[in-house]
């Protein structure tokens, strides 16, 4: 029998747990949203309120009141256009060297390969061989006069003479007299063997023509590049190179000037935006806001 009787009195508690949580869970359910969590009797508890919310950028960018990043976008393009700017007109001063430099080597070709150029040329050539050619004829009684061949040959010995002395001894030790006066003595013996030579070309009538016929060709050659050099001067295609040559400096330097202020403005933009958000997302994690919030504890 009391084996039987157990049953009734196991179960009685667990139905009465159940009414009651199933009545507390009614209560709390009815009962007004600023009574929740409190005992009947006791006072309200304070509002919660919420700090204000931190205005920490999202993945870093700030965010500005418009909704858009403040990331110096402006600055950087422009660096980035004054730097294009740059190198193009680098590029164009380049291109207009290179052109300049086409236009004159253009004129000086065509100038070299005409007919009037040329036959001057040819003659002041022609006129230079014949006249070096008499003057060989004409030495030849000169080259073999014992006395000519001996001041060579004393002029030549006078000069080994005087490398020996300088090789041989230290500086300071040859005296700087006995030098000069080799050197004066050597100097005598080459004016000795040029008189001789120019006694005999002066005597030669075929030397003298010669040489006539030869500064002629020379002067008509000379007139020709003279003449060469002034049409460079006036020519419209060259004049043209050299007009583009100089506004390419001129943008040159206007470029680089932009350039210089661009790269410093997107310096200090892109640093200041750096600066102003070094600390982004560092409170977040810390847990505590700025202002009269201040650090969280331990920080």
């Known amino acids: 029998m009391r084996t039987g009787m157990r049953k009734p009195l196991t179960a009685a508690p667990m139905v009465m747990g159940l009414v009651l949580s199933g009545f507390a869970g009614a209560s709390r359910a ?24 931190m205005n920490v950028p999202n993945n870093g960018a ?3 009141a418009g909704g858009q990043g403040d990331f110096p976008q402006d600055e950087v393009h422009d660096w980035v256009v004054a730097s294009a700017r740059a190198a193009r007109c680098r590029a164009m ?7 300049l430099d086409d236009a004159i080597r253009d004129a000086q070709w065509t100038f070299e390969n005409s007919h009037d150029y040329k036959d001057a040329a040819a003659a002041e ?21 014992p006395k ?11 000069a080994d003479k005087i490398a020996r002395y300088r090789a041989m001894a230290k500086p300071g030790q040859v005296p700087r007299e006995d030098l ?10 080459a004016s000795d063997a040029h008189n001789m030579e120019r006694e005999a070309l002066e005597k030669d009538a075929a030397v003298q023509d010669g040489r ?23 020519n419209p295609q060259i004049s043209q190179a050299r007009h583009a040559l100089d506004e390419a400096h001129v943008e040159l330097i206007t470029a ?18 750096f600066y102003r958000h070094r600390w982004d997302g560092v409170v977040s994690r810390v847990g505590a806001g700025w202002g009269p919030y201040g650090y969280g504890s331990g920080y």
């Open 256 to 273: 680089e000037a932009y350039y210089t202020a661009a790269a410093a403005a997107g310096q200090v933009a892109t640093d200041y935006s």
């Open 62 to 64: 700030a965010q500005n």
């Open 125 to 145: 050539k022609q006129a230079y061989d014949a006249y070096n050619a008499e003057r060989q004829r004409a030495l030849k009684s000169v080259l073999n006069d």
């Open 212 to 234: 006539q016929k030869m500064v002629q060709a020379s002067a008509k050659t000379n007139e020709l590049r003279t003449a060469f050099d002034n049409t460079i001067r006036m």
């Open 148 to 158: 000519y061949q001996a001041a060579l040959q004393l002029c030549d010995e006078l």
């Open 30 to 53: 009815d009962a007004p949203p600023n009574n929740a969590g409190r005992d009947f009797g006791q006072p309200p508890a304070p509002a919660q309120v919420a700090p204000p919310a």
């Open 93 to 99: 001063l380049h291109l207009s060297e290179k052109q």
């Open 180 to 189: 000069l006066a080799l050197a004066s003595q050597k100097l005598q013996y």
